[in-house]
Structures are given as structure tokens and as C-alpha cells.
């Protein structure tokens, strides 16, 4: 049964249903008057009666919310070259250090297939040299010579071999695949999102307007939320935006999710999302349907 948010005084109620007697009797007098030459005979009237009660209200605004991910993160490609298959579907859950999706990238497999066999060459050579001048055979500047060629053999390895790793993409956290921007067989350049990655914290996203933002709505504002299945949570407000976005010109307000009530969401869902602007305690309500109004 709905009810009407509104405290009243027994003063006030007492006065209302005197006045509705009042009209009652008046009524009653009008019509006996006009039925004064017959008798007519009276036809009882079925009244449906509901006592007032006293309980807690509140004054509430109510939105449509969408549930997200509380960060997310674009998983970039650092390499070119084409996109091998991809390890998760979206909406799979990944673990921090998962591989994503591979590059494939032939020239730079060359390079580092080069660069091993030049490690190889310059360090035998510069352990040859040491073995050498043990018997004083090999000088010391050709001795210098041979142990710089291979340092620096190793490091250009080093080097192209970080730039090869670069072509394994991995999850940065525990979250779940949102979105693939590529598909397998395609060409990937460095600096491409190749894929939008959501963390496990999620919360509600609701897009409110700038007067119910002056009507109270704030951070730590309380709110009720209401989720597809019936299940409802409280939550306070995290976050206001600073300014508007979009055509509608509305401000983004966030509300966390609780842990426990997490596993049972899904990233994209919508929620109803009650803000709790004012409440009052042990206030006189009356059904809404028994209240009328004139002028």
C-alpha cells in the first residue's frame, strides 16, 4: 500500500474528519429534502477503512544506474605486427600476468636470431683472446678490443629481446575482457588499443541532472539500489563530476558496490538507484489513495 509522505497533527486530522461528517450530514439533509413526499429506501454503502500508522519516510530521487567496473584499463600494443589468436573471450575473467594476445612481428624475430649469433662470435673470440694472453700472446689493447665487442653484442641481444617480449600482451590485474578492439589477422601498431580491460571493484555509474544535484544529491549521500532479481543494497555516493558531459548535460555520479554483493552483477546491467535526500522519523502516514485535494 502506498503512502502519502506527510506528518499530521491529531489537531489537524481530528478538524479534517470533523469537516467530512460536516459534508456528510449536509449531504444527507439536501437529499431528504428533495425525497420529503416518498419514502425511499436506503441502500447501505460498503466503506473500506484503513488506520494510520506511524513509521519512518523519507523524500527520495529516483534514477536508472548501470553497473561498471570502477577502473579500467586500455591494454596498448607495443610492437608492430599482426595479431595472432586471442586468449579470452569477452566477459572471461583474467589473473594479473595472463597472456592476452600475441604479435607476431618476422623482422624483429631476425634481428634477434642476428644479434644471438654476433654474441656468439664476438664472446668465443674474446675467450680465445684470455686463453692467448695467459701465454703473453695476444696484446693488451686486442684483449680490450675483444671485450668490448662482446658486451656490447650482448647488450644490442638484450636490448632486441626486451623489444621481442613486447609482442606478449599481458593483463596488468585481475578483471574481465570488456572489449577487443582487433581481431586475429590483423595488423597492430605500436600505440594501438588493442583491447579495454575492467578491474574487479565495480560500481554504479548515473547520469543525474544538474537540478537534483541543487536538490541535495552529493557525495556521501545514502542511496538504495535495486538490481533486476529483486536483490536491493545501500551504498553512499563516491564521487560527483565536476562538470557535465554529453548532449543531455548531465553530471556522473558514482556509488561503490559492496564486496558481497559483487558476484551477483554484471558489468553493463541496469539498476534502479533510490538517492536518500531527507528522512524523518515516526511521522503519521495515511494511505495516498485516501487523500484528496481541492484548489
Known sequence: MTYIYRSIS??????????????????TSWGCGRDSGRRAAVRPVAVRTVRPVTMDMGSRLSYMGTVRSRKEYKVIAQAQGTVLGLSFDEGEEV???????????????????????????????????????????????????????????RASLAEARARQEKTVARSPVDGEVLKWFVEPGQIAMPGQAILLLGGGDLEVQVEVIEEDLQRGIAVATKTEVKTGTGARFHSDVSEVAPVNSGRARTFSVRLPVPEDRAQSLRRGTSVNVDFVLRTSEDVLALPLDAVAGRD
Do not use: H, N
Open 10 to 27: 491529531k489537531k489537524y486530522f481530528l478538524r479534517q474528519v470533523s469537516v467530512a461528517l460536516a459534508v456528510i450530514v449536509l449531504s
Open 95 to 153: 589473473s594479473a600476468g595472463d597472456t592476452l594476445a600475441r604479435i607476431s612481428a618476422p623482422e624483429l624475430d631476425a634481428v634477434v636470431e642476428r644479434l644471438r649469433a654476433e654474441r656468439d662470435y664476438w664472446c668465443r673470440r674474446y675467450e680465445a683472446d684470455q686463453r692467448l694472453a695467459t701465454a703473453g700472446a695476444v696484446p693488451q689493447e686486442q684483449m680490450e678490443a675483444g671485450k668490448r665487442a662482446c658486451l656490447s653484442a
